[in-house]
């Protein structure tokens, strides 16, 4: 049987600028401390995560939001997929999210590993592997352990991230479908024969956002992985800013009615 450990710790964090940010990062500096640092462990490895928590009602469940952070904010010190950039943090911490009690966790991917192990380059690759890679396996296994312990409704639960994120995030969508409520990839890209041929896909509302100008992520990966769940029949929005660059998280996470679109969404 698998030895499985979750603890968690409050903790005070300085303000932090993370690998590869933006000079718009840094809007909750002073809400950081409210995200608990916490480490998953399990026979298969250790995965570092923040924990936001509301405040709960006896018999009431929640939803449950996943961030997946940027290739910049890998590493081991639980810090810097919070304060790298928080534009996400919008979801629970802005006047429209904070209508929305909700859990968030954002794990962070130990150096050298990434969300999913595909190419970031131009070309969409085809070729996933069919077992995931070291730190989604792990996210997966601690969002089982969430569902069993915290007060989550299984019908509300998201996925979202940014660059290295974003493609986690469509990883996410394509191996655990019906895990998912809504997906919001940021920036990213995907194996586009998995998006169009996985029924189950087309159930999930999916928000997808990219920058035209971006030079780290070519655009075209977004508009493709769009392309391809309208061929699978998904539910599908596509949104690009014009002269945006690489990181247009910072616009896309304060874009009005997000919060509202997300938190509508029930697994059918």
């Not at 928590?53 to 940027?70: C, R, S």
């Not at 996985?198 to 769009?226: C, K, L, M």
Request: net charge neutral; proline share 5%.
């Amino acid at each position: 049987m698998k030895k499985l450990i979750m603890t968690c710790l409050s903790m005070m964090v300085l303000a932090f600028a993370g690998n590869g940010t933006t000079a718009e990062a840094a809007q909750f500096t002073d809400r950081y401390d409210e995200l608990e640092k916490c480490e998953w462990k399990s026979e298969n490895g250790t995965l570092l995560y923040r924990k936001y928590t509301p405040k709960l009602e006896e018999g009431k469940k929640y939803p449950l939001v996943i961030f997946l952070h940027g290739a910049g904010e890998r590493g081991n010190n639980n810090i810097a997929q919070v304060a790298g950039q928080d534009a996400f943090l919008n979801l629970i911490f802005s006047e429209e999210g904070a209508k929305y009690p909700a859990y968030l966790i954002a794990p962070q991917c130990p150096h050298n590993k990434k969300w999913c192990e595909v190419s970031w380059s131009l070309r969409d690759t085809h070729d996933t592997p069919e077992t995931a890679s070291y730190a989604m396996g792990l996210l997966y296994e601690l969002l089982q352990n969430m569902k069993a312990n915290d007060q989550i409704d299984p019908n509300r639960i998201y996925v979202t991230g940014i660059s290295m994120g974003g493609y986690g995030t469509f990883d996410f969508l394509v191996r655990y479908p019906n895990e998912v409520a809504a997906a919001m990839p940021v920036c990213g890209g995907a194996d586009n024969e998995k998006l169009a041929a996985v029924p189950e896909i087309r159930n999930v509302p999916v928000w997808i956002f990219h920058g035209d100008a971006d030079g780290a992520v070519p655009t075209q990966r977004s508009r493709n992985a769009y392309e391809a769940l309208k061929k699978n029949g998904g539910n599908v929005q596509y949104t690009e800013y014009p002269g945006v660059g690489h990181n247009c998280w910072d616009r896309a996470y304060r874009t009005p009615g997000l919060a509202d679109w997300l938190f509508s969404q029930k697994k059918k």
